[in-house]
């Protein structure tokens, strides 16, 4: 694939710590020519009225009794994807694989990617399996990457990322990995002490800023001195690390009202009060397991 052309018959994943804008990107992009089948994790109330208009559509994937609603489980998610790539042709936008990690598993998540790929090598159908960078481990992320091959969502623009030459990935962020690997997540990868030089510390910036992060700080304290920038980066990753948590968290909750989630991942966003916003949601999570009980 190049150009951002999304060929049929094929699986792609797609780190996201927004979904919400990756996928209306999707539709500025694709959706004039193709149609886009969404399976959200974010309530549909939430989303622009362009992504449910005739030939898109969204559904929800929750244990919500709703209208159209997915039960995210891997053998219910599997059947849908089966039944609707099985005539047509288009977009099918998967959300919540980190969800699916923690409640089945890893290793039966990558069967379940697997049988995806299988399912769509013969079909018209392009899926996007989408999934917030900071939710599983390094060597995971390879694993899946082997079975989809990466593509970056951002707001204006869906591009493929270009390869990049395994040992200088290794040198620059510090993964091991057993072949070759594309797209690691940014928010993740830990930077070794031994490559925080400037052009480094610059590109892990431009990839924090370009995933919409504030990071005007350390920007600034790279053009100042590499000392400082070196202290403002170890802060900044540790913030982002814990914002990416939040955000993920944000998304899950389907009970926090749409006012405060907009508030909370803006906040996120901007990393401030990121351990305040945790703490909120460790509250709130602990209020709604209550008024369950």
């Known amino acids: ?31 004039k020519l193709t149609p886009i089948r969404a399976f959200t994790r974010t309530n549909p109330k939430q989303i622009p009225d362009t992504a449910r208009r005739t030939p898109h559509s969204i559904q929800w994937i929750t244990d919500r009794d709703v209208d159209q609603a997915i039960r995210p489980t891997l ?48 079909s018209e159908w392009t899926v996007i399996i989408v999934g917030a960078p900071g939710t599983m481990s390094d060597s995971e992320w390879a694993r899946l990457r082997r079975e989809a091959p990466t593509l970056t969502i951002g707001d204006t623009d869906i591009i493929e990322l270009e390869s990049i030459d395994d040992s200088k990935e290794k040198t620059e962020i510090g993964i091991q990995f057993d072949g070759p690997v594309k797209d690691v997540p940014p928010m993740l990868a830990r930077l070794p002490p031994e490559s925080m030089d400037y052009p480094s510390l610059l590109r892990r910036a431009e990839a924090w800023a370009s995933f919409g992060f504030d990071v005007a700080t350390l920007i600034d304290a790279i053009s100042v001195d590499i000392d400082l920038a070196r ?60 008024n369950i009980k």
């Open 231 to 290: 202290e403002v980066y170890e802060r900044i990753e540790q913030d982002i690390r814990t914002a990416t948590e939040c955000l993920v968290r944000i998304e899950d909750a389907e009970y926090i009202s749409s006012p405060l989630r907009m508030k909370m991942r803006f906040r996120c966003m901007q990393l401030t009060g990121i351990e305040e916003i945790a703490s909120d949601l460790d509250r709130i999570e602990e209020e709604n397991l209550s």
């Open 75 to 122: 053998e219910n998610l599997f059947s849908i994807i089966e039944r609707t790539i099985q005539e047509g042709r288009g977009i099918l936008w998967q959300e919540g694989v980190e969800l699916l990690v923690r409640t089945n598993g890893f290793e039966s998540v990558l069967k379940f990617v697997r049988g995806v790929v299988d399912l769509c090598r013969t």
């Open 1 to 31: 694939m190049s150009d951002g052309v999304l060929e049929s018959g094929t699986v792609r994943l797609a780190p996201s710590i927004d979904p919400v804008t990756s996928l209306m990107a999707l539709h500025r992009i694709h959706g």
